[in-house]
């Protein structure tokens, strides 16, 4: 069973949100975090009841919000457990239930048939299929998973082994582990092969051959899906 709650999980982490640099998530570098295909992201944020459209700007391209991120993430995740007309279904509950916040604001869980919105001591059914609850945490939504393509999603916060996921650094983009470089700024450095892997702590100190390998590493991943896009 999948539990989901962004609030929940910041104020768990102990993360202050104030001043929280809020950065554009591009489509392929959603995909890769969420393990949603461009395809899906399409489909989910058209037509007159979009599943999840993208808080930043839909056109002329579809620019994501990180708790646009999150709440990816778990629909997603959500999908690989259960139909999409079901996920389609909870998230329209929410709607008739007045509950508007953003997605990524609600604990949801699955067990496989149905899903819950879980507020306290009280769970409420909103695909009208009451199953026996066995919750667990969000940081379960983050770790890999295989989507329903078959296809192994990256862990969310630790995408690769040198890079990292912080909501409260860089607005939740990729960074190397421990600063605040971006991973697409190491990748982009060396992309060209004027500066090697060994040279670039010549210009971050802090970035180590093994840093670079990974930044490039992902960089690949995620342009691969801006090709299949």
Same mark, same amino acid.
């Given at each position: ?68 991120? /999150? %709440?990816?993430? =778990?629909? @997603?995740? $959500?999908? *690989? ?99 605040? /470089? %971006?991973?697409? =700024?190491? @990748?982009? $450095?060396? *992309? ?38």
């Amino acid at each position: 069973m999948i539990r989901t709650s962004l609030t929940q999980w910041t104020q768990s982490a102990g993360h202050d949100l104030k001043g929280v640099i809020e950065l554009s998530f591009p489509v392929n570098l959603v995909c890769t975090l969420t393990g949603a295909t461009s395809g899906q992201l399409a489909a989910w944020r058209k037509g007159p009841s979009p599943l999840l459209a993208p808080e930043v700007a839909g056109k002329p391209r579809a620019l994501y919000s990180f708790r646009d991120v /999150v %709440a990816l993430r =778990t629909v @997603a995740s $959500l999908r *690989k457990e259960i139909p999409l007309q079901r996920i389609r279904r909870a998230f329209q509950s929410l709607q008739d239930m007045d509950l508007t916040d953003h997605p990524s604001r609600y604990t949801l869980t699955t067990d496989g048939t149905s899903v819950f919105l879980v507020e306290g001591e009280a769970v409420t059914d909103l695909v009208k299929s009451p199953r026996q609850q066995i919750l667990v945490s969000l940081e379960d939504v983050f770790k890999p998973f295989i989507n329903w393509k078959g296809e192994k999603v990256v862990d969310f916060l630790n995408p690769r082994p040198h890079l990292e996921v912080r909501e409260t650094r860089m607005g939740g983009w990729p960074t190397i582990r421990g600063t605040r /470089v %971006a991973y697409g =700024t190491i @990748a982009n $450095l060396v *992309k060209g092969g004027e500066v090697s892997a060994e040279y670039v702590s010549e210009y971050f100190p802090t970035v180590s051959p093994m840093d670079v390998a990974d930044a490039v590493d992902f960089d690949r991943q995620v342009e691969s899906v801006g090709r299949r896009a």
